[in-house]
């Protein structure tokens, strides 16, 4: 990974790097109301208490692309969180049956036991590590500015001073950019980014680095290139109540294995052309 070399931008490059679930890969997601209906939470959950009902409930959008999605034509879920999801069950020795939420009512799902375990992209914060536990993360990302592949001037986010940056005003990579000294053009998404960047109507986009993967995977653009990465990293996690310590662990193990044997690799190559669970 790249050392980010503007010291600044440390607190603003971490809190963009906070985001939990923010399809398209611009606009980041709350929590959401917080809580079951009746206002209490369910007590954890066991590794035998799952191993005894024999199946795994976990939480997800299914709309989420490329992470929780239905496959065009067969409608099928799939996706990049949802194999890493079945993988653990399998794993577990336990089915896995998945429950499709809005983002907006995900943790509230978790404390009322509709579901056991959140796979959606979760970022590991400070915040949410006092109200929920989390799994040993299996997605790890950077923020990455970008920019065409000829542009040999922008190497670092230093060099953004001065600068022209497609962002969306209401993510977080707007203040990274703006805090980098880049003057910014408004945008929707990535995908308006990335055609004035090629139209050489702006120098650069930052965003988050699996946006990137995930456009390249399925667009192979050679014109343009990652720039600069962040040194800090979002980490996301399988997320579940407070006491549920048997089965973290017993998932932890689990995650080990995958990893000691290639399948983590392999799904996350499948979905971004490079591991990006370590």
């Given amino acids: 990974m790249t050392t980010r070399l503007l010291s600044t931008l440390a607190v603003s490059a971490a809190a963009a790097l906070t985001l939990a679930s923010c399809g398209g890969g611009d606009d980041a997601q ?3 109301a917080a809580g079951a209906s009746d206002g209490e939470t369910a ?5 035998e208490e799952v191993q005894e009902a024999g199946v795994l409930t976990v939480g997800t959008e299914g709309t989420y692309r490329p992470f929780s999605y239905h496959e065009d034509g067969s409608g099928e879920l799939t996706g990049f969180d949802v194999e890493i999801a079945s993988a653990v069950g399998e794993e577990l020795g336990v089915d896995v049956e998945f429950e499709e939420t809005q983002w907006d009512a995900m943790f509230a799902g978790l404390e009322s036991a509709r579901f056991d375990v959140i796979a959606n992209q ?5 915040e949410r590590e006092e109200s929920y536990q989390f799994s040993e993360p299996y997605t790890v990302s950077n923020g990455v500015a970008v920019t065409l ?54 120098d650069a986009t930052i965003n988050d680095k699996l946006t990137y993967l995930d456009y390249q995977a399925t667009e192979n653009n050679e014109n343009i290139k990652i720039a600069a990465e962040t040194e800090d990293q979002s980490l996301s ?42």
């Avoid at 007590?43 to 590794?47: E, F, N, Q, T, V």
């Avoid at 707007?174 to 929707?188: I, M």
């Avoid at 990535?190 to 090629?198: D, I, R």
């Fill in 149 to 202: 592949e000829e542009n040999e001037d922008i190497t670092s986010f230093e060099d953004l001073d001065g600068a022209t940056t497609a962002q969306s005003l209401t993510s977080n990579w707007y203040e990274l950019a703006t805090e980098s000294g880049a003057d910014v053009e408004a945008v929707e998404g990535w995908a308006q980014s990335v055609t004035l960047l090629e139209q050489g109507r702006v």
């Fill in 30 to 32: 709350s929590d959401g």
């Fill in 43 to 47: 007590s954890g959950l066991s590794l």
């Fill in 122 to 126: 979760v970022s590991i914060t400070d």
């Fill in 237 to 278: 996690a399988l997320t579940f109540r407070q006491g549920s310590d048997s089965l973290v662990e017993a998932v932890d193990e689990a995650m080990a294995t995958l990893a000691e044997d290639g399948t983590l690799t392999e799904i996350s190559e499948k979905y971004f052309g490079e591991d990006v669970t370590q």
